[in-house]
């Protein structure tokens, strides 16, 4: 699925939402195909046999914040599964171990694509604790995002992403085309060997390495938004490993990007309507008390700053695209909505941006179910990384601080450029564009623009594997629960059903009649049908629900 990166160096380079150092982006242009066989011939399976029988060494895990019942370890997988002896990468882990009679790991992907799993899980964590009555609960850090080997696009001046930052480049094709050339070769030039294998499907098959590792059986599984992608993928290549697989805010397996990028606005510009609507009821919401006049006065703010960006106390501006992807962190959780009023009342009534800071994570917002349930950071709160700091080993996880500033966004764009097999060509795209910008407008007068220029970054980069159209369809995997939310801002519900209907008789679908990305932490019927499921096998009946909780926050 998508979200959005801000293309600002100022801010990317000084801001941080609320997960931790995240960052990463994109695919390169020049790399070979993201491609990966499913099964490899025999060599290929005898070369994994070092990786399937590694055995994980968890330790305390180090760094600011962690818990200390939490663990971490790492796992060794291959760059390439296609040349399993042509070089390794790490992956991060953590886990909180099973309280009570341990039946193996269900393991747990939070989102993105990009979205780093241990981290959240340290700040996110209580969420899962009644799982561990029977299980370790286990996440990790994907390829290419986090400490596991992270891509990046380079930082500030350096990006050519920064090129991308103003509303020329959707103006003239010619340039726009120049500059998206130009991103990818800085995303080839800042990052390593994990760049052309970085898609979902290679990711699956980490999944597999981990639960061998791990010595479970089978493979029990809770991803959220982008982590349903990854665990529908897993069951198409090893759907005789499939465990109690959940699947909360089901991403679609058909759609291409643009359409995504369509539905993204739409969705984005539905829940910005449901807040101005709630503002508008407090006597302190700084758009007044008329919902239309609020609609018009936010687009009217955007517009304003993107003209004129405002100076912060952190050496960068504001623009308009900023305060975009702030709105975009702060529309994802309804609990948020008084701080974003709050922080939106400081911009317009003071001119003070700090509040707004909080939400951008470098511009970029990622509809994590979880994250944005901890205290907003300040961006002078992050730590930045050191002036002098010895190089990792290729592959070697890298420390923290150490995870370049745009890791999240490089690797949202990098994944889903992976995964999509269309690329438009020059001539489709000058032909196409105002069509496009005039859909994305129509979608979001305010997210449009935002969600058009992200669409565009997968020219001139590899083409995407067809796996994932191709082959995750009509599986014959034991039945696995998916999560639709009917409110869902990020991953509409009927992208719930058109998956469910791809996947065929392994799916049951739970109703969940409520707003907001995913469910399983908003909802507390949902959260009770999801670890009754997981824990003890326990399934809803296809198409029930669960009704709208107001009072859950």
């Known amino acids: ?76 997988v291959p760059v390439d599964y296609a040349h399993p002896k042509k070089g390794t990468l790490d992956l991060a882990l953590a886990r909180y171990r099973a309280t009570g009679d341990r039946r193996g790991s269900v393991v747990l992907n939070f989102g993105g694509p990009g979205g780093p799993g241990v981290p959240e899980l340290a700040y996110g964590g209580k969420e899962f604790m009644d799982l561990t009555d029977g299980y370790d609960v286990v996440t990790f850090d994907p390829r290419g995002v986090g400490r596991s080997s992270p891509v990046s696009c380079g930082e500030g001046e350096e990006s050519g992403l920064a090129s991308l930052d103003d509303d020329s480049a959707l103006s003239d094709p010619r340039a726009l085309l120049a500059r998206l050339k130009q991103a990818a070769a800085d995303c080839t ?176 917002a990622l509809p994590l179910p979880f994250s944005l349930r901890t205290p907003l950071r300040a961006p002078h709160a992050m730590s930045l990384r050191a002036a002098v700091r010895d190089e990792p080993a290729p592959g070697a996880l890298v420390d923290a601080e150490d995870v370049p500033l745009d890791n999240l966004p490089a690797a949202l764009m990098a994944i889903n450029c992976a995964d999509d097999p269309d690329r438009p060509t020059a001539e489709q795209i000058t032909a196409d564009l105002q069509r496009l910008r005039a859909a994305y407008d129509k979608a979001s007068p305010v997210f449009g623009r935002y969600r058009l220029t992200e669409v565009l970054m997968c020219y001139g980069r590899p083409k995407g594997t067809d796996f994932i159209r191709a082959k995750v369809k009509d599986l014959d995997a034991p039945k696995m629960l998916l999560v639709g939310t009917r409110g869902d801002p990020a991953t509409p519900y009927r992208w719930t059903e058109e998956t469910a209907k791809r996947l065929g008789s392994s799916a049951v679908v739970l109703d969940n009649k409520g707003e907001g990305h995913t469910a399983y932490g908003s909802s507390r019927c949902v959260h009770r049908k999801v670890d009754d499921f997981l824990l003890y096998g326990s399934l809803p009946p296809n198409g029930s629900s669960c009704g709208p909780e107001e009072d859950d926050g």
């Open 1 to 76: 699925m998508l979200a959005k990166l801000s293309t600002r160096p100022g801010l990317r380079s000084r801001a941080l939402a609320v997960t931790a150092a995240l960052t990463l982006l994109m695919l390169g242009a020049g790399l070979p195909t993201a491609t990966a066989s499913r099964d490899g011939d025999a060599d290929d399976r005898l070369d994994l046999s070092r990786f399937y029988g590694q055995k994980v060494a968890w330790s305390a895990c180090k760094g600011e914040g962690m818990p200390d019942d939490m663990q971490c370890a790492k796992l060794t």
């Open 189 to 364: 030039e800042h990052s390593g060997p994990v760049l052309p294998h970085i898609g979902t499907v290679d990711a699956a098959r980490d999944l597999e390495v981990m639960r061998q590792a791990l010595r479970d059986k089978k493979l029990n599984y809770l991803g959220f938004s982008y982590g349903s992608r990854l665990g529908a993928v897993y069951a198409a290549q090893f759907p005789d490993k499939v465990g109690r697989v959940v699947l909360d805010g089901v991403d679609t397996l058909t759609e291409p990007l643009t359409e995504q990028g369509i539905v993204g606005a739409r969705g984005q510009q539905v829940a910005l309507d449901d807040f101005v609507g709630w503002c508008v009821k407090d006597i302190a919401c700084p758009f007044g008390q008329d919902p239309r006049v609020a609609r018009q006065e936010v687009v009217r703010l955007v517009r304003s700053l993107d003209e004129d960006p405002l100076p912060t106390d952190f050496g960068g501006d504001l623009t308009g695209q900023d305060l975009v992807g702030a709105l975009g962190q702060g529309l994802y959780s309804r609990e948020l909505w008084p701080l974003l009023e709050r922080a939106l009342a400081q911009l317009i009534e003071s001119g003070d941006a700090n509040g707004v800071l909080g939400f951008t994570g470098g511009g970029f």
